[in-house]
């Protein structure tokens, strides 16, 4: 009754089956591993103290960023250059923009450095100037951001001195020096003379230390954002969603596998009683 197997059409829907349930079998438990991966990011992050918290290192030193050094205080030295503007960010569900300062370090790199946020539109609301001579900023380190950030505007077409997204790959663009792959946002928002250092040429610069409390022209602090990745956020419970889905296909073959074999024998076996016509006999 089950010769039927045998046949080159039922080779095809068994090799099939033998080849879809490891493959979804796989894929399953490899979205499984992802979501575990994440779970286990989030238990160890939670154990840790938040990186804003920790002591302040240079810039260099925590470099490239990660999901341990992301959020951690980096400290940098150099002169303030070109001036951005970033529409469309929002802060406490109020929109307005960043203001964004290319910090010229010793190296000749600049470090992208959001000063802080304004409500309104960009290019009407009046932007405070950033601090003269040489300055050391201390402020929250993040990666460069993409298209998946929240806020980020990848179509294009703004208006000059306006940035989309605040990423190397955007900012070297528009400036003629290299562009550190990373950012930082200061907690602080004004400047305050502090002590005085050597410049290049030998002689004596003012430095100053863009750490400030509540000043800054009205500039506000923007929060450092958790690294992409990390946490038990969408995208984990998007994982064990796919987990779900791909165990359900799995058994979905199973099943569809063995009602055609059901279908196939009680046809057979209809056939063998006479109760249907042979259809591959020819009819005089």
Same mark, same amino acid.
Not at 93 to 111: E, N, P, Q
């Given at each position: 009754?089950?010769?039927?197997?045998?046949?080159?059409?039922? $080779?095809?829907?068994?090799?099939?089956?033998?080849?879809?349930?490891?493959?979804c !079998?796989?894929?399953? &438990?490899?979205?499984?591993?992802?979501?575990?991966?994440? !779970?286990? %990011? =989030?238990?160890?992050?939670?154990?840790?103290?938040?990186?804003?918290?920790?002591?302040?290192?240079? /810039?260099?030193?925590?470099?490239?960023?990660?999901t341990v050094?992301?959020?951690?205080?980096?400290?940098?030295?150099?002169?303030?250059?070109?001036?951005?503007?970033?529409?469309?960010?929002?802060?406490?569900?109020?929109?307005?923009?960043? !203001?964004?300062?290319?910090?010229?370090?010793? *190296?000749?790199?600049? /470090?992208?450095v959001?000063?802080? $946020?304004?409500?309104?539109?960009a290019? =009407?609301t009046p932007?405070?100037?950033?601090?003269?001579?040489?300055? %050391?900023?201390?402020?929250?380190?993040q990666?460069?951001?993409n298209?998946?950030?929240?806020?980020?505007?990848?179509?294009?077409?703004?208006p000059?001195?306006?940035v989309?997204?605040?990423?190397a790959a955007?900012? !070297?663009? /528009?400036v003629?020096?290299?562009?550190y792959?990373? $950012?930082?946002t200061?907690?602080?928002?004004?400047?305050?003379?502090?002590? *005085?250092? &050597?410049?290049?040429?030998?002689?004596?610069?003012?430095?100053?230390?863009?750490?400030?409390?509540?000043?800054?022209?009205? /500039? @506000?602090?923007?929060p450092?954002a958790?690294?992409?990745g990390?946490?038990?956020?969408?995208?984990?419970?998007?994982?064990?969603?796919?987990?779900?889905e $791909?165990?359900?296909?799995?058994?979905?073959?199973?099943?569809m596998?063995? @009602?055609?074999?059901?279908?196939?024998?009680?046809?057979?076996?209809?056939?063998?009683?006479g109760l249907?016509?042979?259809?591959?006999?020819?009819t005089?």
């Amino acid at each position: 009754m089950y010769r039927f197997l045998l046949t080159p059409r039922w $080779w095809g829907i068994n090799l099939f089956v033998v080849l879809a349930i490891p493959f979804c !079998v796989f894929m399953g &438990t490899w979205q499984l591993g992802r979501f575990e991966d994440r !779970v286990q %990011t =989030h238990e160890a992050a939670e154990k840790q103290p938040a990186p804003g918290t920790m002591a302040a290192e240079p /810039l260099d030193e925590l470099l490239p960023v990660d999901t341990v050094t992301s959020g951690r205080p980096a400290t940098a030295s150099g002169r303030y250059a070109d001036q951005f503007l970033v529409p469309g960010r929002k802060l406490e569900d109020r929109s307005g923009f960043y !203001v964004l300062d290319m910090l010229r370090t010793d *190296s000749g790199k600049a /470090l992208p450095v959001v000063r802080g $946020w304004l409500p309104g539109k960009a290019g =009407h609301t009046p932007v405070p100037a950033a601090p003269t001579g040489r300055v %050391t900023v201390t402020g929250d380190l993040q990666a460069s951001e993409n298209t998946g950030t929240d806020g980020v505007d990848a179509k294009g077409g703004l208006p000059d001195g306006q940035v989309g997204m605040i990423s190397a790959a955007s900012l !070297v663009n /528009l400036v003629p020096y290299d562009v550190y792959d990373a $950012w930082v946002t200061l907690q602080e928002t004004d400047a305050r003379t502090g002590a *005085s250092g &050597t410049g290049v040429s030998g002689t004596t610069d003012t430095v100053l230390t863009d750490t400030p409390g509540k000043g800054g022209g009205g /500039l @506000r602090p923007v929060p450092a954002a958790a690294p992409q990745g990390s946490g038990l956020d969408l995208k984990a419970f998007q994982n064990l969603g796919y987990t779900g889905e $791909w165990f359900v296909f799995a058994a979905f073959v199973v099943f569809m596998w063995f @009602r055609l074999l059901r279908r196939e024998a009680e046809a057979a076996r209809d056939l063998k009683l006479g109760l249907i016509a042979d259809e591959d006999t020819p009819t005089s």
